[in-house]
């Protein structure tokens, strides 16, 4: 797996990076789901320069200029809910993609710290041949990515897989790495130090979904 890490050269990153974590800033959900897109914006700049071109003529008012734009065929698929925010700063950069949904949660069957990843809802096109871009803020124990992408297997074989995640812990990067093809591409706009016994990241943000939309039932 390729690995690019975002925040390791200073940048306006950073800037919304601290953002999104501090506690006397996060809980304005406005301008944590503003700030979350324009991290998606960076990302989707950055994701940008590995794709495939192809030469084109524009014509302007005063001549024709030689220039390049998209060639590949991309589909964003963000993980519901808290992919909704980064998947649409990805969407404001490739306006032409096609778009993706799918639900994935820790189920607790037994009330305790155990846990396995339910994939319900699936909204997604075909993604044969294509650039997927698979989305989500928080990259902790890795399983619910992984599930995801068995899930959209019934979609078709891509050309490319793009992992977009703002927040790694370092296990969940090890499972990607374990269980995920060797030609996927993880983009990580920072990594974080650990999972805590809960398999929450640290130091984190807390719950990405909660602080957009609200504390869940």
Same mark, same amino acid.
């Given at each position: ?37 324009? /991290? ?17 003529? /524009? ?57 396995? /990843? ?100």
């Amino acid at each position: 797996m390729q690995i690019h890490y975002l925040s390791e050269a200073n940048s306006v990153l950073n800037h919304f990076l601290g953002q999104i974590r501090n506690v006397n800033v996060q809980n304005d959900s406005m301008r944590f789901r503003r700030n979350i897109e324009r /991290i998606g914006e960076i990302m989707a700049y950055e994701l940008s320069k590995n794709l495939k071109y192809r030469k084109i003529d /524009i014509q302007t008012p005063l001549g024709i200029k030689k220039t390049t734009e998209i060639e590949d065929q991309l589909v964003l698929c963000s993980i519901l809910r808290a992919g909704l925010p980064l998947h649409l700063g990805f969407l404001n950069y490739f306006d032409n993609a096609e778009n993706g949904f799918v639900s994935a949660f820790r189920h607790h069957p037994n009330d305790d710290d155990f846990f396995d /990843i339910l994939v319900e809802y699936e909204a997604v096109p075909n993604i044969e041949n294509k650039n997927l871009l698979l989305i989500d803020p928080m990259l902790a124990s890795g399983q619910s990515m992984v599930a995801v992408f068995n899930k959209l297997k019934n979609r078709g074989v891509p050309r490319e897989v793009h992992l977009a995640v703002i927040i790694a812990a370092p296990e969940g990067i090890a499972y990607l790495e374990k269980h995920l093809p060797s030609n996927c591409h993880l983009w990580v706009a920072t990594l974080d130090e650990k999972l805590n016994d809960k398999n929450y990241i640290v130091p984190g943000l807390g719950d990405a979904g909660d602080l957009a939309y609200g504390k869940k039932l």
